[in-house]
């Protein structure tokens, strides 16, 4: 059964860098793409962020190109989303997901605050 | 980049009516490759979402088949033939034909 678990939300001040990370189980995690979507409290799903598969390329939203950064350990089977220059616009539950026919499997998501 | 307008933003239904959601993207979802990259994800209260249909009409795994999809180019349509009470949530459609990939806006069905 194909497993994910987001970790690393928390309360972090503007400007400020965090970390998320994904644990992958379940499947074989180098093979295939994944991604990041965000929602803000109350509102709709936002993509923010895929990598394809094993030394894949990423792609990024307008509103985060610069700032964050997707990687994949695949000795770790793990995907991480590196967010710097926090603002109270990147407020939100963060989701990863496998990225094979659509976004086909989800996490339960992290909660990330952007707040002083 | 690609808009994806659903319509309604609401729906109540009655459980065991049908129910349809539309759903219309600014420029066509046909691929390069030939392929229309238009799914359907549900999101109960509480939960993260979850994927229902992808390349148009295409099931995913465990999805009942209540659930259906069609459409073509730039107008797509999710219909539930007999809606239950777990059906209560919010359906969004997403295009997956170029980046940045992108959502409508959502649509709550709820039971009258």
């Known amino acids: 059964e194909v497993q994910l678990l987001e970790s690393g939300g928390d309360l972090v001040q503007p400007g400020g860098s965090l970390r998320l990370s994904c644990a992958a189980s379940?499947?074989?995690?180098?093979?295939?793409?994944m991604g990041w979507v965000r929602q803000a409290p109350g509102k709709g799903l936002e993509w923010v962020s895929v990598?394809?598969?094993?030394?894949?390329?990423?792609f990024y939203a307008d509103s985060v190109k610069g700032r964050f950064i997707i990687s994949r350990d695949t000795s770790k089977t793990t995907l991480y989303l590196q967010m710097n220059s926090l603002g109270a616009e990147d407020t939100a539950v963060y989701y990863c997901?496998?990225?094979?026919?659509?976004?086909?499997?989800w996490g339960r998501g992290t909660l990330v605050t952007v707040s002083s | 980049d690609i808009v994806m307008t659903q319509t309604p933003l609401s729906s109540p239904v009655t459980l065991g009516q049908p129910a349809s959601i539309s759903c219309r993207s600014s420029?066509?979802?046909?691929?390069?490759?030939?392929?229309?990259?238009l799914s359907w994800l549900q999101q109960r209260p509480g939960q993260p979402p979850r994927l229902l249909i992808y390349?148009?009409?295409n099931r995913f795994s465990g999805v009942p088949d209540r659930f259906s999809g069609s459409g073509a180019g730039t107008d797509f349509t999710l219909k539930i033939s007999r809606v239950e009470a777990e059906d209560v949530g919010v359906y969004y459609c997403?295009?997956?034909?170029?980046?940045?990939?992108?959502f409508g806006g959502g649509t709550k069905v709820e039971i009258k």
């Open positions: 997403m295009q997956g034909s170029q980046f940045p990939l992108t």
């Open positions: 997901a496998t990225y094979i026919r659509s976004f086909d499997v």
């Open positions: 990598i394809l598969g094993a030394g894949g390329s990423a």
């Open positions: 379940g499947f074989t995690f180098s093979s295939y793409a």
């Open positions: 390349e148009i009409s």
């Open positions: 420029q066509s979802l046909v691929s390069s490759d030939g392929n229309t990259y």
